[in-house]
């Protein structure tokens, strides 16, 4: 994820025969690079200032990009943000991933919040 992407992940990145990232992005990819955020933070790779960050730069590429009916198409650019032709939205598999992605990153923040909250109080109460 980087800002040539807008904060989105590209779909992989192939090294043979010549290194190359595949700036094309899925809401199910989107999805679970969220999750991969989180677990970053978890697992103390990334700082909470970080994880905010990264969320929110995702998430304010994601409420900007072009829909069908509400709906993201399966894959866009994620450099210019335009949806990939054929223009597709089939609801079921990438809303799926995208909303279950979304589930688990709120539970997960929340989770994060609290434990900060606890943390916080401990500290004043220690003082």
């Known amino acids: 994820m ?6 989105l992940p590209p779909d992989n990145f192939q090294e043979l025969p010549d290194p190359v990232v595949a700036h094309r992005t899925s809401p199910t ?3 679970m690079s969220l999750l991969a955020v989180l677990a970053a933070h978890d ?3 990334i700082e909470t200032g970080e994880l905010v960050e990264r969320v ?3 998430l304010t590429t994601l409420e900007g990009m072009e829909r069908f009916e509400g709906h993201l198409f399966n894959w866009y650019d994620s450099q210019t943000l335009t949806p990939l032709a054929p223009r597709l939205c089939l609801v079921g598999g990438q809303s799926g991933n995208l909303a ?3 589930l688990a990153l709120a539970a ?3 989770e994060t919040a609290a ?3 606890t943390r916080s109080r401990a ?3 220690s003082r």
Request: glycine share 18%; net charge positive.
């Open 123 to 125: 500290r004043v109460g």
């Open 100 to 102: 279950a992605g979304m």
């Open 43 to 45: 697992l103390r790779f």
């Open 115 to 117: 434990t900060a909250a």
């Open 2 to 7: 980087t800002t040539v992407d807008h904060g």
């Open 29 to 31: 990819n989107i999805g």
């Open 56 to 58: 929110e730069s995702s």
């Open 108 to 110: 997960g923040l929340r």
